[in-house]
Every structure is written in C-alpha cells, then in structure tokens.
C-alpha cells in the first residue's frame, strides 16, 4: 500500500509516465532473462489463430513444430509458420521456418513474403551469437552480419508461435519485471525490452467460453499476452488495435 501511495505522489507532482516508469524500475528492479529450456514440445500439432484489426477478422495465423531432428550436430527443432491477412484488397503472405535447440538458442530462420507481385526473402544463419543475414527482394541482394547479445531471443512482433516459444522457455513469476533482448530479423533490430508479470489473473472470452489467464505487457512495444496453463492464447497490440486470438 505505501508504495501505490508513493507512486500516486509521484504521478501527481511529477506528471510524467516516463518518470512514472523509471520510479517503478528503481522500486522493482527486473531480472534478466535466463533461459531454463524448453519442455518437450509436440510434434505435429497446428496452432491456429484469427488475425483482429479493428475488432474485424482480416486473416490467419498458423504455427507448428514440424519435427524435432538433428541440425548441425545438435538436436533441435524444426518449426514452421503461416500467416495471411488482408487489407483494403491487398493481401500479405508470410511463410517462415525457424530451427532452434531445447535452450531456445536460434540456429537458422527464414522468411518468404509475399505482396502482389512482390516477393521479399530473409535467410539468417546464426553462430552462436553471430547472425549472418541475407535479405532478397527483387533483383536486389543484400549481406549484413549482426552481433546478438547472449540469450537475445528471436521473434516477429505478431507470430504468435515465437512469443509462445519465449513464453516456454522459462517461469514467470507474478509481479515480477522481466528485461530480455529482442531480435526481429525484418527490421534487423535488436532492442532491449521489459516484459511485466501482472499479479493476479485476467478473464478473457473465446466463443462464449471463459478462461482465466495470467497477463503479461511488453510496454515499449504495446503489447500484451494471456496466457491459459502454460498456452499462449491471445496477443493484443493496441497502438494498431491487433487482437490475434487462438482458435479454440
């Protein structure tokens, strides 16, 4: 209580959300983010999701683990994605692989997009933490080399499958402030972000039924996560008004 009594003061002086946020930090510093590997994950099995702007159903998103093999010398699994959505006639393909190991270490990624007669292709091929990164689109070819801090985790912003990945790779404790480094391979950004672990649970309603989920924000990104024992079950972004809710 005195906190909350602390930071309304705080609020109500200062009258900043940024110095709100640092005050936060100072009184709940975050953890880094240490992976403690993944459960064994199910071969086979098709998530699939209805893609939300506006509260309107634009397109899908599907993600699977195809198999779990040998890459390289390591075991590791083989994942695959599937993502298609239309806007204002135009519709955009996405087609991704992603092999990683049992700690969530990224191996190799790629991805296929597709827009009209465009078609835009990111390979990334990781040494431990060095990602060399090729990217083709029309007849034009470019090569970058990028460092990763250890640990960073890769995902894009709205696939599901790579949050849920994240997600299963460690325990998250309720109210606890989480720091983790990002890489996003379209963008060849790499950022560090907070990820907080709301204290109680949220109900959400997935065709007439409830579920009660833990809540998890990404605040520089506006993104939030339910989550229904141990699975990822929506995604809002609400800077675009994104909802991208599992199909149940």
């Known amino acids: 209580m005195r906190k909350i009594v602390i930071l309304a003061l705080v609020a109500l002086v200062l009258g900043s959300t940024v110095l709100i946020e640092m005050y936060q930090t100072i009184i709940n510093p975050p953890d880094d983010y240490v992976p403690e590997g993944l459960p064994p994950l199910d071969v086979g099995i098709r998530r699939d999701y209805g893609f939300y702007k506006d509260g309107e159903l634009v397109g899908n998103y599907s993600f699977w683990i195809e198999e779990f093999d040998n890459y390289k010398g390591q075991a590791a699994y083989y994942s695959r994605s ?3 959505v239309t806007l204002e006639e135009a519709t955009i393909r ?26 835009h292709i990111i390979i990334c091929n ?40 994240f997600f299963k790779s460690f325990d ?16 060849l950004e790499t950022r560090e972000v907070n990820l907080m672990s709301e204290i109680g649970t949220k109900v959400i309603t997935i065709n007439g039924v409830e579920y009660e989920c833990q809540l998890f924000g990404v605040p ?27 199909y149940i």
């Open 220 to 246: 520089e990104l506006d993104l939030f996560f339910y989550i229904y024992q141990g699975e990822l079950l929506e995604l809002r972004e609400t800077t675009q008004n994104v909802e991208i809710i599992r």
């Open 126 to 165: 990781f040494d431990g933490w060095i990602v060399d990164v090729l990217r083709e689109a029309q007849d034009m070819s470019t090569e970058n080399e990028v460092e990763l801090a250890v640990n960073t985790v890769l995902i894009d912003n709205n696939m599901l499958g790579h949050w849920d990945l």
């Open 82 to 84: 599937l993502t298609t």
């Open 172 to 187: 998250p404790e309720p109210g606890k402030r989480l720091k983790f480094n990002m890489f996003v391979p379209q963008r």
């Open 94 to 119: 996405l087609e991704t692989s992603y092999i990683f190991n049992d700690d969530l270490s990224p191996l190799e990624y790629r991805l296929n997009a597709s827009l009209a007669d465009e078609t």
